[in-house]
């Protein structure tokens, strides 16, 4: 606070009121300063002052309008004191003018001449004590602004911090999960691996028959073996590549005795002969809302789990039935229809100090390399993120169920509609010869796809690229259908190929094919893809769709 916001501003032109009142505040160490007129007044009233000290008679002069506009508006926590010198005029107008007065300065304290000094310097004490009162509420609330920007810019620094620290744990959560799949996935090598050899054994050894063989009879059998076995192939490799998709969650409603249904061989194929996997559903189970690759990588863990602990050999059951009304785990918010998820086994079981760490990430009581400690931190994460939790019931020599209560679904779940077996693949409706442009980077595939289309009975040019495919449109050559991979060298693939010809030649066929699930899943677009490997029946049919 400067000092001219301590001092005292006297107005009072006539006679010796504004000198000698200036000299008796100087004896009590009060600081004033004399104006002349209004005007000068207002001009400083801006450096500041503790009170005013006017004379009537100044007041009855000029114009009072910046006087009381400065009033009016100063500051909030500002009610300037003013003492007013009056005369001992009682007459009805000046009573009126000094109501006046009083009102439009507001803090007004009225002294009546004379004036003994000890009155008048004692009321300019109380003026300046109640002004400092002001001051420091001043403060006070300069003090609070400070404080409240200083809060709002640590919030906002702490906000930020919370989003960054939020981003940074969920993409550590995705890097676990990645981690928990590729764990998973490395426990499947195994005996996916002895899987494929099998299947290649059986197509390689009827190749090799078939060059022996001399009965037709003999031959069809070879034929329906690699046959199957190719079908098996295709079945794991879909399995598989689903699995091992990176995709955000996304929960939807899912029939757990289907989905599991179809994972049943997978999981029989990789945790061994020596033991034996059994699936119970209820009828009618409840549909639950899950993310469904999350719900195939926590079974997957929790049977892999349960086959090391029978290293020699065991049983493992997976079930799932209805709870209604369940209440358990402690917490309010878990209550209603559930559906139980189980696996059991009969392995080692665990102490009571295990299973009280197990789900913890990172733990582990298997040796140096047989495991990261994640499947069961993944699927305590899928149960809570489902809404639901894990219970565990286990006993040392005994055996093991990890059961995962998941909340029932209010929607039901969309069934994928079943694909056309090749014997119910309609006919051909148009038999002309078509020039088909093929478009295949791999020069085997390429040659058994122009071997199916002549024997289709039509016309095939071929090429590697996206770019040779566009060059060969731009040649006018004559082209009634485009069959594309969808995954090709260089920076354009089959789809934006097709949307590229689209735009080129409107009206265009055009038909992709995948080995990639993942890029089969052309639902968002009006393109067709038939998913590798095809028949000889299911490439006549995806034709003769998509020249309709």
């Not at 500051?75 to 009056?86: A, Q, Y």
């Not at 059998?221 to 590549?241: C, E, H, K, P, V």
């Not at 595939?445 to 690229?465: D, N, Q």
């Not at 066929?509 to 677009?525: Q, R």
Request: with cysteine; hydrophobic share 40%; glycine share 8%.
């Amino acid at each position: 606070m400067n000092e001219d916001a301590e001092r005292v501003l006297i107005l009072a032109p006539i006679g010796r009121d504004g000198p000698a009142t200036a000299e008796l505040l100087k004896r009590s160490d009060v600081a004033s300063h004399v104006c002349a007129d209004i005007e000068g007044l207002m001009a400083e009233l801006p450096r500041g002052a503790a009170a005013l000290f006017v004379a009537e008679e100044a007041l009855s002069r000029g114009d009072l309008t910046p006087l009381t506009s400065w009033v009016t508006f100063q500051p909030p926590w500002s009610d300037l004191p003013v003492i007013v010198l009056t005369s001992r005029r009682q007459d009805r107008a000046v009573t009126t003018w000094r109501s006046d007065i009083v009102f439009n300065l507001g803090n007004v304290t009225l002294l009546e001449r004379p004036v003994q000094p000890i009155t008048l310097v004692s009321t300019v004490r109380a003026a300046m004590r109640a002004r400092r009162r002001q001051y420091e509420v001043r403060d006070l609330l300069d003090m609070r602004d400070r404080a409240a920007g200083e809060l709002s810019r640590k919030v906002t620094e702490a906000t930020a911090e919370l989003h960054e620290q939020m981003d940074r744990q969920a993409r550590m959560q995705e890097t676990l999960r990645q981690a928990q799949k590729m764990e998973a996935m490395g426990q499947l090598t195994g005996g996916v691996a002895h899987d494929f050899n099998n299947l290649l054994m059986v197509v390689s050894a009827g190749l090799d028959m078939l060059e022996r063989t001399k009965t037709r009879e003999r031959a069809n059998m070879l034929f329906d073996s690699m046959r199957n076995a190719i079908q098996r192939g295709a079945g794991l490799t879909r399995q598989l590549l689903t699995f091992a998709r990176r995709q955000p969650l996304q929960s939807e409603p899912i029939n757990l005795a289907s989905k599991l249904g179809k994972m049943q061989e997978l999981l029989q194929r990789s945790l061994g002969t020596n033991l034996q996997l059994t699936m119970a559903f209820e009828d009618a189970l409840w549909p639950v809302d899950v993310d469904p690759n999350e719900l195939e990588l926590t079974v997957l863990n929790l049977a892999f789990n349960s086959r090391d602990a029978m290293p020699d050999g065991g049983a493992i059951a997976v079930r799932a039935e209805n709870v209604p009304a369940w209440r358990g785990g402690g917490d309010a918010k878990l209550a209603g229809d559930f559906v139980r998820l189980s696996v059991t086994d009969n392995g080692t079981g665990m102490s009571p100090e295990i299973k009280a760490r197990v789900f913890e990430p990172f733990f582990t009581t298997k040796e140096v390399g047989k495991g990261s400690g994640l499947g069961l931190a993944q699927a305590y994460g899928f149960a809570r993120g489902s809404g639901g939790l894990v219970e565990i019931e286990s006993e040392v020599g005994k055996g093991t169920t990890i059961a995962i209560m998941l909340p029932r679904s209010a929607h039901a779940p969309m069934e994928t509609p079943a694909q056309p077996s090749p014997e119910g693949v309609p006919p051909d409706t148009d038999r002309r010869s078509r020039h088909i442009l093929v478009v295949e980077d791999d020069e085997e595939v390429a040659a058994l796809v122009i071997e199916m289309l002549g024997s289709l009975g039509h016309t095939t040019m071929r090429v590697g690229s996206a770019s040779s495919a566009l060059g060969a449109l731009a040649n006018e050559r004559r082209i009634d259908l485009v069959f594309s991979d969808v995954m090709m060298p260089g920076e354009m693939d089959g789809i934006a190929l097709a949307r590229e010809m689209s735009l080129r030649r409107p009206g265009l066929p055009i038909l992709l094919t995948s080995g990639n699930p993942v890029a089969n899943d052309l639902s968002h677009t009006e393109l067709s893809v038939l998913a590798k490997p095809y028949t000889l029946d299911q490439l006549k049919s995806a034709l003769g769709a998509a020249f309709k």
